[in-house]
């Protein structure tokens, strides 16, 4: 029998300029005393988590910051940030302030200081042992200061396991933050070279839902069966088709005059949308590529982020393999394709399967992305390495609307070596 159900989480939001300045109110409604703030040492730079912490203090809260998050967290890192946690603990709440590498490492934080056992124990099997939280979480309060991931709606985290040189997470409704506050005015200060990653990332999860095989082709599942990922539905594809329209309109402003406040809103309401979206209704290529493509990297340093590591940040890893990718799931769905097309460029005609990739493609040079996975540090010779990775992705991969094989991730992955 067929599915007939689909289903749709998200956390309470607080949207809009001066958003952030109600956290420590609406903290006193959760009836808490201690709070610990979590961002990385780019993010406190810019004063914005301290800021936070501050108000908490009308409310008879006490907070501290914890500016130790890793930009694209690892397990090492993770596991400093719950050692942190437990030694100062216990905390009755959590905020996370910054991008998605903040959220992340957050809502590790809550898991393993209100769950028993150790980080390894609940990452995704068969990297980690897959253990579900028995124990209901402490209240998360996640505060987006890039334009991007919608972390701060999802029920996953990501990290990259640095012994087995993978990147994957940790997926479990009760890792789904408790209030997300989107305030655009904290996302100004983005160097271009994140908005323009980011900003991708928005761009992949609304196209990647919207193309994704439909919850109705699935199995019937029984209740205990249910993931949070259902495949796409009538809910989901509306904030993808509204996030597409917000990326036309403000993408290409917001890389290009950073100060221009109303694309940066636009960017942030996108962000939003695309995560509402994408977290019910899943990703799928793109983003199975991105794990290998960001965790085998060699060489590459991207401008605006972190100087020290070399990196291919999440939004740009997920990019780099999306117009090849579009072009072959065409056939599935070539209406969708073309009206996704249409949506991201409204002034064009758009037609057959080049129609999608040369808009994509049109984008990412303006914006300066990098031209395809040689220009990140790879050759023909890493392909087969990076089909490996993607095929391990299977909990994505079984959302994509074709079924895909080694051949066919090899054709998708080796024509992504030059975009243009
Ligand atoms: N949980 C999810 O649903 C989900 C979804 C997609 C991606 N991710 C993960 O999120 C991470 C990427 O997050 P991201 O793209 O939001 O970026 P990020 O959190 O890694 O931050 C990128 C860089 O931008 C800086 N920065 C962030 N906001 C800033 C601001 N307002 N002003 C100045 N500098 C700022 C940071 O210091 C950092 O150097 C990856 O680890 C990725 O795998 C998670
Ligand atoms: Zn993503």
Redesign the pocket.
Known sequence: MSESIFTYGAPGLKFGEGASDEIGYDLSQYDVRRVLVIT????AA?G?PHRVAEQMGQFGIEASVFDGVH???TDASMETAIAHARDTGPWDAFVAV???????TA?AVNLLTTNDGELMDYVNAPVGKGRSPDRVLKPLVAV???T????ES?T????DVLAQKV?T?ISHPRLRPTLAVVDPS??????AG?TA??GM?ILC?ALESYTARPFSSYDRKQPEQRVPYCGSNPISDMWSEQAMSLLARAFRRAVHHGEDAEARHEMALAATFA?LGF?NAGVHIPHANAYPI?GRVKDFHPD???AEEPMV???MAVSLTAPAAFRWTFEAAPERHLRAAELLSPDHAHEGPEALPSVLADLMQDIDIPNGLGAVGYDEGDVDDLVEGAMKQQRLLATAPREVTEDDAAAILGRSLELW
């Open positions: 990385d040492p780019g993010v810019t914005h930009v694209e967290p910054g991008g998605g590498s903040a959220i992340d809502k987006p200061t890039t991007g991931t919608g972390a999802t996953i985290c990501v990290l990147k997470g904290l996302t100004m200060s983005q160097p994140v990653a980011a990332d999860h995560g977290g960001a605006g982020y972190p940040p999440h939004g």
